[in-house]
């Protein structure tokens, strides 16, 4: 599966910024933005990916500084990453999109949809982070640099064990990829931690259809976050989902592409068949 | 040449009480403030006395951690402009990317050398890993944040005709001028750690004195890169006071005593990694490559003997340190011998950083280090004949 699905990768170049895209499948087009953490690393064979372009033609970029491409020295939060998918999005001249953000990938929709809806249709967060929402001594999230990787998993994962990577037997480039991405995620993400004191005074501008898919099993964010995250966003629906943490599109592949398939067809027909 | 006797200011007394990190999360119920008190003032007794023997005051600083209760370096410089006399105070270093004020920085270190007449020696480092969590600003931005500030503080020292305007990446200022201004011109001088080729060759454009610390047997390609640097910026090849070096000394009457005094300074070294391991590598600290390595579980070693034996800082014995050109230990004809042949390998090391305190050593046996290194060894380093500079950097 890793070997086909390489055939879909390319490296285009937006705003003079190199990113590397997996494009697959037909239908509707459909941006995923990926999680950030070793443990949610871009994977270009991730099933979820697979499962949605059964429905969809699916745009998957690995955020710059998480890969092989390099992030520019002026891109250091994640309402840069939000402009340069929006340019992204002019660039390939899409509209109509089912925006999808898992976890870190679910702040950058959300700081994406509050600058702009005009090229979206849908919007897709699952279990998000990028507010806060909880008092000043009351962290919405696990401090993951504060804690052993092991115990990551453990939180993050309704099955530790499935999750828990198996470090003596990846490749180097799974490695690279892991160690690009803790760095990376806390270059977007350090401090203020995984959240933008902005953002959720500016949810209330998202006016597309949003659901709020919410693994159940997560306690890498605080009971009630993601919740609450979905009570900011006007008429957002909230869907728990069984058998999965803070990375359902990880766990439950199917039942992730499913959901957000089930969304987009319930409120437009037209789009998918 | 010039030697500088540094402790970290210890609280040895919790060291025993950890549950696997004495630093950063280490509940600082398990600190007495009044023995707190009575440590402080001995040891500032013994940098007092140092200043008496002609030895220079290294300081440092650490943040929430019973290895070091110098947390403010400023503090602890402040005190010691005052009491001492003669002695060279050494800041090694001040983590000014670890800061979000490096105008305060300027104004603490200005006035710091004015009050000790122009004794400030300026060293600005990155700080070691487990100071990221405590200072929370972006370690993946460090070493641009680190330069800026340097960049800054400099300019902030060396302006001084009207105000100037700052606003770059990391900060923003107005009407910056600085009073006092240093007492020596252009500015006190500036000292920076490394352990990597690429920073010392940096160091070495820059001209600044550069040191080492526990690099041992290994310590050379990194002066030599330092070498590099300071050549390719077209001056003559670097003389011996550009260069420096941590280790640990134990100085006794008969060797028997030095080992038992070494035991004890090697309490350092043997604490000083205690720390729960996150706190160990944030992000953005290594370089994705030794990230990868790390994740493999492979190490990289530091310490070297002469004939490339690798040594653990953390686990070896005395012999072990010794033989590493870590621990200089013995006698004062063996510690002086030790020295010496250490700078020959490093083709010339005008400044030796000398950890003759650490943890639980008592007030008498630290007097009786300081006092016979500055009356037995001391005198004969200052008259050694460094190695000649041309000769090492060829």
């Not at chain 1, 590397?20 to 087009?29: A, K, L, T, V, W």
């Not at chain 2, 670890?98 to 009050?115: G, Q």
């Not at chain 2, 020696?121 to 680190?146: D, H, I, S, T, Y």
Request: aromatic share 10%; glycine share 8%; charged share 20%.
């Amino acid at each position: 599966m890793g070997a086909a699905s390489a055939e879909n990768l390319q490296r285009i170049k937006v705003d003079g910024v190199e990113l590397d895209i997996n494009e697959q499948g037909s239908g509707p087009p459909l941006l995923f933005l990926h999680p950030g953490h070793p443990l949610g690393r871009f994977a270009h064979d991730e099933p979820a990916l697979g499962a949605l372009a059964k429905s969809f033609r699916v745009i998957a970029p690995t955020h710059p500084g998480f890969g092989h491409a390099d992030a520019p020295k002026w891109m250091t939060s994640v309402d840069d990453l939000a402009y340069f998918y929006l340019d992204l999005l002019n660039e390939l001249d899409l509209n109509g999109v089912v925006l999808v953000g898992a976890s870190f990938g679910g702040w950058i929709a959300a700081e994406i949809a509050v600058k702009s809806t005009a090229r979206l249709s849908r919007l897709v967060l699952a279990n998000p982070v990028g507010i806060k929402i909880g008092d000043r001594e009351t962290r919405d999230f696990v401090d993951i640099y504060s804690i052993f990787d092991k115990e990551i998993a453990e939180l993050a994962y309704a099955d530790a064990a499935a999750g828990t990577p198996d470090i003596p037997n990846l490749s180097d480039e799974t490695l690279f990829h892991m160690a690009r991405s803790r760095e990376a995620t806390a270059r977007y993400g350090w401090s203020p931690f995984l959240h933008n004191p902005k953002l959720k005074s500016r949810l209330h501008r998202i006016d597309i259809p949003t659901l709020v898919l919410y693994g159940e099993a997560d306690r890498i964010t605080r009971d009630g976050y993601c919740r609450a995250y979905a009570d900011c966003i006007p008429g957002a629906q909230f869907k728990p989902m069984k058998d999965a943490g803070h990375f359902p599109h990880k766990e439950t592949p199917d039942a992730f592409a499913q959901a957000v398939a089930n969304f987009v067809v319930r409120k437009d027909k037209e789009l998918v068949s | 040449m010039r030697v500088f006797q540094f402790t970290e200011q210890p609280y040895p007394d919790a060291w025993d009480k950890h549950q696997g990190s004495l630093r950063v999360n280490l509940p600082n119920k398990l600190l007495d403030p009044a023995h707190a008190a009575d440590l402080f003032h001995r040891y500032y007794d013994e940098w007092q006395l140092a200043d008496q023997l002609g030895i220079d005051i290294m300081v440092n600083e650490h943040h929430q951690t019973a290895t070091c209760m110098s947390s403010a370096c400023v503090i602890t410089l402040a005190v010691l402009s005052r009491i001492t006399k003669r002695a060279r105070l050494l800041i090694l270093g001040y983590p000014i990317a670890n800061r979000p004020d490096p105008l305060r920085a300027a104004e603490e270190l200005a006035t710091i050398d004015v009050i000790s007449r122009g004794r400030l020696e300026m060293g600005f480092v990155k700080g070691v890993p487990q100071e990221v969590p405590v200072a929370n600003l972006n370690p993946v931005f460090q070493n641009q944040r680190f330069w800026e500030a340097h960049d800054f503080i400099i300019k902030a020292m060396t302006s001084h005709d009207e105000p100037f305007n700052w606003e770059s990446e990391n900060f923003h200022y107005r009407q910056v001028n600085i009073w006092p201004r240093p007492y020596q011109q252009p500015h006190p001088p500036v000292w920076s750690t490394t352990g990597s080729k690429l920073t010392a060759e940096k160091l070495g454009s820059l001209g600044y004195t550069m040191a080492t610390l526990g690099t041992g047997y290994g310590t050379r390609p990194i002066y030599d890169a330092y070498r590099k640097g300071y050549m390719a910026a077209g001056r003559p090849p670097p003389g011996a006071d550009r260069f420096a070096y941590l280790g640990f000394v134990a100085v006794g009457e008969t060797e028997e005593e030095a080992r038992r005094l070494g035991e004890l300074v090697l309490a350092y070294p043997r604490t000083s990694g205690i720390v729960h391991p996150p706190f160990r590598n944030p992000p953005g600290f290594l370089s994705v490559q030794d990230n990868v390595r790390i994740l493999k579980g492979e190490g990289r070693p530091r310490s070297f003997t002469k004939d490339g034996r690798v040594v653990n800082m953390r686990k070896g014995s005395v012999q072990d340190l010794i033989d590493a050109g870590v621990l200089f230990c013995g006698t004062p004809d063996q510690v002086f011998d030790q020295i010496i042949d250490f700078i020959g390998h490093c083709g010339g090391m005008g400044n030796l950083l000398m950890m003759g305190h650490a943890g639980g050593m008592s007030h008498e046996d630290t007097v009786s280090n300081l006092t016979l290194f500055g009356r037995e060894v001391l005198p004969r380093l200052k008259a050694f004949r460094q190695p000649e500079a041309a000769a090492a950097a060829e």
